[in-house]
């Protein structure tokens, strides 16, 4: 995520007045508020451009701020532009991922470098319908590309955005556990017609549900709407929805797909299927996480009981 340059505050002309007057209460403070507080990622820095915007992304995706930096510091200094990226092997890609988790993530993102490479001259398009066309780019990552990296207008919804919506101006603590039309249509009344101040919402927006109106232990008394907060008005009532996802990794094929995973991220020669056996004690969920690998593409059987990260 990048914070595009400085716009003037405007507000949108819409027409119905109540939401219009809604929605102007909430960019001016919430900008004025990111001015302030944004942190200095890399990644919002200008010289990240496009590729480092949707580097960012790719990994930001269910993973932590904090666990990202150094992943992406060093993907970027060895891979700066989608062209470098794109002639090494995919596995090479999952290699430099190593333990941000989610690891297809690396395989589409090497995918996209490649279509970049292919269809764009080594440039990450700047159409949101290009950037959708592009192999393991969904909605959310085509528009929070085009807003965040090339300061255009589009409803970016991540967790962050969805939980500051809900609470600001649904009134409900958490918002749905996946998103719903009723919050697409309200992430776009509530975008800033211009350009470059609805890019800026979208970045202030994010930032400020990862800051402030955290899922646990917000802090409203920094919060800079929260004298227009319809949760916090309506005395923070307690979540009724149904059951939210915990996350839980202890125990999962998740924990055993990650240990087989870094046994072929150390080795640079094929692994011995005795070398897998080792790092985890029950077969059928041992066998069941290196089937899901494989059918995955993240790793790739060889004759003789080997495997090793994909090369193609």
């Known amino acids: 995520m990048t914070a595009p340059t400085k716009p003037p505050h405007r507000s949108p002309a819409r027409s119905d007045a109540d939401a219009d007057a809604a929605a102007a209460d909430l960019h001016a403070p919430v900008i004025d508020w990111f001015d302030e507080n944004a942190r200095d990622l890399p990644w919002r820095r200008p010289e990240a451009g496009a590729w480092g915007v949707m580097v960012s992304e790719f990994m930001l995706q269910q993973t932590p701020v904090a666990r990202v930096l150094p992943v992406y510091e060093q993907w970027i200094a060895r891979w700066p532009?989608?062209?470098d990226l794109a002639v090494e092997s995919p596995g090479e890609a999952v290699r430099a991922w190593g333990r941000l988790g989610y690891p297809r993530r690396a395989l589409r993102l090497h995918g996209a470098a490649v279509a970049i490479t292919e269809r764009h001259g080594g440039d990450v398009p700047s159409g949101h319908a290009q950037l959708l066309a592009l192999p393991g780019i969904g909605e959310y990552t085509a528009a929070a590309v085009a807003s965040f990296a090339y300061?255009?207008?589009?409803?970016?919804?991540?967790?962050?955005?969805?939980?500051v919506f809900a609470r600001a101006v649904t009134g409900v603590r958490y918002p749905p556990n996946a998103t719903t039309a009723a919050e697409r249509k309200l992430a776009r009344a509530l975008l800033p017609d211009d350009e470059p101040t609805a890019a800026r919402w979208a970045a202030a927006s994010m930032e400020l549900g990862a800051l402030v109106c955290t899922a646990k232990n917000e802090t409203c008394v920094r919060?800079?709407?929260?004298a227009q907060c319809a949760w916090r008005l309506a005395g923070k009532p307690e979540y009724d929805g149904p059951p939210r996802r915990g996350q839980t990794y202890a125990g999962t094929d998740?924990?055993?797909r990650g240990k087989l995973l870094a046994v072929l991220r150390d080795a640079h020669t094929p692994v011995p299927q005795a070398a897998l056996d080792r790092v985890w004690h029950e077969p059928v969920q041992r066998a069941r996480a290196l089937d899901g690998l494989v059918a995955d593409g993240l790793v790739e059987p060889l004759p003789g009981g080997l495997y090793r990260l994909p090369l193609t």
Request: charged share 25%; net charge positive.
């Open 223 to 226: 919060c800079p709407i929260a």
């Open 81 to 83: 532009r989608p062209a």
């Open 254 to 256: 998740r924990q055993v």
């Open 151 to 163: 300061g255009q207008r589009h409803a970016v919804l991540d967790t962050n955005v969805r939980r």
